[in-house]
């Protein structure tokens, strides 16, 4: 999670945007559901991005037609969508290099299957790095 969004994923306001989101869905994934496939929900997810600047606006951060509940996979599938592109670079000698880490795949797993977004408990996963 962003450093500038922690606070905002701990709000209340953000708690009952997102639970309002889940049970428009049932619970499950509205992109797969628009293909006729019933497959559990794992996040809730801002279509338009949030970011720094525009983190204070509600019509963005909290509206639910800026936000939907996905699966793993959609979610993956979005941001990986919009990574690939640059992620692995070759040098001179066509040696390839490894990503930096603004090119570091978003949604991946490594939370055991735990979403950490809005978490308010003390326990919270821990991600190691490679």
Known sequence: MKEYAKSFY???AWQRARRQVITRANGLCERCMAQ??????YIVHHKKYITP?????????LDVDN????????HNKEHKAKH?????????HGNLLPPT???TPRGSNS????????????????VGRI
């Open 101 to 103: 880490a603004d090119h």
């Open 36 to 41: 006729g496939i019933y497959k559990p929900g």
């Open 53 to 61: 600047e525009n983190i204070g606006d509600n019509k963005i951060t």
């Open 111 to 126: 939370h055991g299957g735990k979403r950490t977004e809005g978490v308010t408990s003390k326990k919270r996963c821990k």
């Open 10 to 12: 701990k709000s209340k």
């Open 67 to 74: 936000l939907e509940y996905v699966c793993e996979e959609c």
């Open 84 to 92: 690939n592109n640059s992620r692995y670079l070759f040098d001179g």
